[in-house]
C-alpha cells in the first residue's frame, strides 16, 4: 500500500466554525507533513511530525493546530480561520524525516473554502 | 536569490518534442534531488529522484551537476498525458534532522496535438 488518504475532499466552512482535516498512511513512514498550496504555488510546509512528535512548526498560525494520535494518522484542526487560509491543503508522508533520498508521498488534499 | 528556482514557463511543445528543463540550488548543503509532477488540482506525484550518475527511466532522463548546483530533466517523444507542471525538489540534509523539502515554483508543460 503506498497510498496517502486524506479526507474530506472538499470543505467548506465559515469563519466561527471548527473543522478538522484527517490524514491517513499505511505504509510504516515514521514522517508526515502538512503544506498549504495556493493556486499557481508550489506547495508550503507548514509542520512536520516525526515519530510522532512536532518537530518543525514553519510559523504557523495558532488557529491552525497539528495533532498525531498515532504513526498512521494525522489530524490538522481549523478553528476562527480568515478566508485568504481558502487553498489546497496537502498532506505527506516519508520514510523519516531526515537523511538523503526520503521521497515524500502526498495525499490527494483536501480543498478548503473558508467564507 | 531564491532556493530552489526553475525555468520559467510555460513551454509549449508538439506531440513527439523533445524538452529539458533545467533547476538550479542555491544550498551546496542539498543532498537529494527530486521531480515531481503536479496535474491542475492534483497533488504533486513523484516522478523520480535525481542521483550524481543520473537516472533514466524509460522517456525520463534527469542529470544532477553538483559542482554547478544543477539539475536537468529531459523528457522525449513528448505525449499529451506529459502536460502537467513539473516541481525541483531539494532536500538538504543537516545533523538536526530537520530537512524539509525546498520546492521550485514549477515550470507548466503543455503538449499539443
Known amino acids: 500500500d503506498t497510498e496517502v488518504t486524506q479526507t474530506p475532499k472538499h470543505l467548506v466552512m465559515g469563519m466561527t466554525n471548527k473543522k478538522s482535516l484527517k490524514c491517513e498512511q499505511h505504509m510504516g513512514h515514521r514522517a508526515m507533513y502538512w503544506y498549504k498550496q495556493k493556486a499557481k504555488k508550489p506547495p508550503e510546509l507548514m509542520f512536520v511530525?516525526?515519530?510522532?512528535?512536532?518537530?518543525i512548526n514553519e510559523s504557523v498560525p495558532s488557529r491552525f493546530s497539528p495533532e498525531c494520535p498515532n504513526s498512521s494518522l494525522l489530524n490538522l484542526h481549523l478553528h476562527a480561520l480568515q478566508p485568504e487560509d481558502s487553498a489546497l491543503y496537502l498532506c505527506?508522508?516519508?520514510?523519516?524525516?531526515?537523511?538523503?533520498?526520503?521521497?515524500?508521498?502526498f495525499g490527494p488534499g483536501t480543498r478548503l473554502t473558508v467564507l | 536569490r531564491k532556493e530552489v528556482e526553475q525555468d520559467p514557463g510555460p513551454f509549449n511543445v508538439p506531440e513527439g518534442a523533445t524538452v529539458a528543463f533545467n533547476c538550479t540550488y542555491s544550498n551546496s548543503a542539498s543532498q537529494s534531488f527530486f521531480w515531481y509532477r503536479q496535474d491542475c488540482r492534483k497533488e504533486p506525484k513523484l516522478l523520480m529522484s535525481?542521483?550524481?550518475s543520473g537516472n533514466e527511466d524509460g522517456r525520463f532522463t534527469a542529470q544532477l551537476n553538483r559542482a554547478s548546483q544543477y539539475i536537468s530533466l529531459l523528457i522525449r517523444d513528448s505525449k499529451l498525458s506529459d502536460s502537467a507542471t513539473y516541481l525541483c525538489v531539494v532536500n538538504i540534509w543537516a545533523n538536526s534532522g530537520n530537512t524539509p523539502l525546498v520546492f521550485g515554483k514549477g515550470t507548466r508543460l503543455s503538449v499539443i496535438a
Open positions: 511530525y516525526s515519530y510522532e512528535k512536532l518537530s
Open positions: 535525481v542521483y550524481s
Open positions: 505527506a508522508s516519508s520514510q523519516d524525516e531526515g537523511g538523503g533520498g526520503n521521497e515524500q508521498f
